[in-house]
């Protein structure tokens, strides 16, 4: 019975699943590196490859977020809109009672979805290698696996950051999805006020 509730909750109103405690953390002990010489320039270049695929994956994150702000921003002024025409009659129906509850539904999935789009746009600290991480000493071989080291260190980091963010970004979705239904739902409404 628990179960059904949840998921008929999660249908009306989904929430974000708390982070468990081994998810939260980094370890911080550096990983032992197995990379024979010869294979250091080519673990040095993929590393390399990954930080500029994490960097790509946080920037669309925060590029879809965006584009949430500003649809549903768009849609519900027109919902906005639309309700001050139909509740400008000097009646009050059944019909206009239920658009306004219609509308306010979709009031609250269009803040929750600015809501969480804000949240993945939500500036934090990242981590990127700079000159004190790469101002060491050493022969070639030693120095690149330093620097890979620290390169890890800095994505495992990052990717935490960018996995939160992406979390927002999917409770975002979940209640962006909804409001598309309840503007069908409206629209549908509307044509049925409008020729009856």
Do not use: H
């Not at 979805?113 to 000493?137: H, Q």
């Not at 992406?166 to 629209?187: H, N, P, S, W």
């Amino acid at each position: 019975m628990k179960k059904q509730i949840n998921q008929i909750r999660e249908f009306i109103w989904p929430l974000l699943e708390p982070i468990g405690k081994s998810e939260g953390q980094i370890a911080l002990e550096p990983p032992i590196i197995n990379i024979e010489e010869e294979n250091i320039e080519l673990a040095f270049d993929l590393k390399i490859k990954i930080i500029n695929n994490e960097e790509d994956r946080r920037k669309g994150i925060e590029s879809k977020a965006a584009l949430f702000l500003s649809t549903i921003s768009i849609a519900s002024s027109l919902i906005i809109a639309a309700n001050s025409v139909i509740t400008g009659k000097v009646e009050i129906s059944l019909m206009i009672r239920f658009s306004i509850l219609v509308s306010f539904v979709l009031s609250l999935y269009a803040i929750r979805t600015v809501w969480y789009s804000i949240k993945a746009l939500e500036r934090k600290s990242f981590k990127i290698i700079c000159f004190p991480d790469f101002n060491i000493k050493g022969s070639k071989s030693e120095y690149q696996k330093s620097i890979i080291i620290k390169m890890n260190e800095y994505t495992k980091y990052n990717q935490l950051i960018t996995n939160e963010k992406i979390d927002f970004l999917t409770m975002a979705q979940e209640y962006y999805k909804r409001a598309i239904v309840i503007i069908c739902l409206y629209t549908f409404l509307i044509c049925i006020y409008s020729f009856c």
